[in-house]
């Protein structure tokens, strides 16, 4: 059983049993199933779990990693296909709800009744997180009553999007105030058992912040945040150094299953998914229109490839380009289901903590790496992309270049700090953040800011908004939100062939160099139109009476969507 399964096990058990009678005597008590779960368990279950359910590998990324064109598949996601049926959506929707949301509660609950505040204003500000989070991906979700099972409340009704954002702010502000209370007694208090911050009460004061400004720069366009962005911002108390990025740090142990979720489901297991081909020529700079003739230094700490450039794959590939084997979006190409187990590039070190690519190739396995890189709710480089989106739009005054520029920087400082503090490899990996003028890392921003300088307002948002969809990699669900509130970064579309693969600066990339005649599959033309919101659980909507009819994904919209 992994610590993770165990962690889960103790605190529903303790939950339920809250609402069991008492026994009348000693005798009747089980020692091994308490009804007091401790805070310090419930903190790390409703943590994992919140990471998990939002994870590539098990949670909503495994799906909008696809949706975001930064993976491709040949699962439900691929043409759009989720359904209320599908296995990551099905698993998320009830982990966010029993695992986190619960747990999160409960946290409040215990810890307000015995003035552990930290506590409490901790799990006020991931629940708040976390509601954000199945808003923007599903819009109308339970909510006033969801978590009321010991007040009778078995089926909670389904509630407005509109009505629950506002209450977010307010959910926010309430965990600062708590964090903030030196009246407190706060006889417990969390140190290792927060697993985000150590409990450290600053970080989480400004990871609240944060969130704060993420959400105001998502309703932007259907409310006026001006004041309420513009004092935040000179309040001046948000996440600024990489060290205090608000990060779910995951572990290397094999034995316990604490790795990556994304790692376990590229390294660990039967590869299903892909490197999206979209993702791949935008960082070798073969797009047409996006970043084209900019090589991205960041490859090879995003992709590792199992081949080399002259290397036979496991069968026919559909897509290839040197080393790089992947399939298509959509493609229904008679190569496109060949097993490409030992041939198929993979995420790399960075997103997932997979392997470096070093250019030699080698059949990637459970032992290649640790895969102990951390989910990123929130960096320091997100920050300075939203602040630059507001500079663009308007809502605050700022010099949107230079913001720019430093969000890049910190994106290409992650990277090291992920790699060095985080995933720990048992082989040397070379830095990529360097200033000195010559580096790669530098010659890349300075091509990127001179395509900048020479854009019109609508690219200088589209730069900003790909450079942002680059720096999240491996964290899809504020892409998804991106693309669905802006229209950028522009995302693969196969009925267009300007922008299928293929529609490049250079000849039609063959599929396998050994046979150089083959040429790549030509992706289907699709039917389906842009999700504009994910389904909601199929079980939910079966088993709860004052759930609604299940929604059209084409058709329903988040309330922030102009």
Known sequence: MTHKLKYF?????????????????????DPNRPVDVPLSTLLV?????????????????????????????REDANEYGVTGTEFFLTQSWPRLYRTTIANLDQIIKDATENEDMVYAGIAKILKAYTYSQMVDVFGDIPFSEASKLLEGIRYPKFDDDTEIYPQLFEMLDAGVADLENTGATNTNVPASDDIIYKGDVDKWIKAANTIKLKLYTQVHKVQDVTTAVNALIAEDNMISSTEEGFMLPYGPNGATDD??????????????????????????????????GITDPRIPYYIYNQETATSAPDNNTEYRDGAFVSIY????????????????????????GGKYDEGTGGVASASSSTGAAPYRFITYADRLYLEA????EGVVDGDEKA????????????IDYVVSGFVKPT????????????????????????????????????????????????????????????????????????????????????????????????????SIPYPKSLPWSQTEIETNPNAPAQKKPSEYKVFWMP
């Open 9 to 29: 096990l103790i605190a529903i058990a303790g939950l339920f049993l809250i609402s069991s009678c008492k026994k009348q005597l000693d005798v009747n008590t």
């Open 427 to 526: 082989t040397s990996v070379p830095s990529i953040f360097n200033e000195d003028d010559n580096s790669d890392m530098t010659k890349y921003i300075d091509e990127i800011l001179a395509d900048y300088d020479a854009a019109n307002a609508a690219k200088k948002f589209e730069i900003i908004m790909t450079q942002k969809w680059l720096s999240s990699i491996g964290s899809s669900i504020d892409q998804y939100t991106d693309y669905r509130r802006t229209g950028y970064p522009i995302m693969f579309d196969p009925n267009d062939p300007i922008q299928a693969p293929g529609g490049l600066v250079q000849p039609p990339i063959n599929g396998d160099p050994m046979n150089p005649g083959a040429q790549a599959a030509v992706p289907v033309q699709l």
């Open 45 to 73: 279950t409703a943590q994992v779990g919140l990471g998990n359910s939002l994870a590539i590998g098990t949670g909503l990324s495994q799906d909008l990693a696809v949706y975001t064109h930064q993976m491709s598949t």
């Open 389 to 392: 989106e507001l500079i663009h």
């Open 329 to 352: 979006f959509g493609s229904k190409g008679e190569n496109a289901a060949k097993s490409q187990q030992n041939t198929v590039s993979l995420f790399g070190i960075y997103p997932v």
């Open 259 to 292: 790795r990556n979720p994304g790692f376990g489901d590229y390294y660990a297991t039967q590869r299903s998914n892909h490197v999206s081909p979209w993702l791949y020529e935008i960082m070798k700079g073969y797009n047409s229109r996006i970043n084209t």
């Open 403 to 414: 913001t720019l520029k430093a969000a890049m920087l910190e994106s290409f400082r992650q």
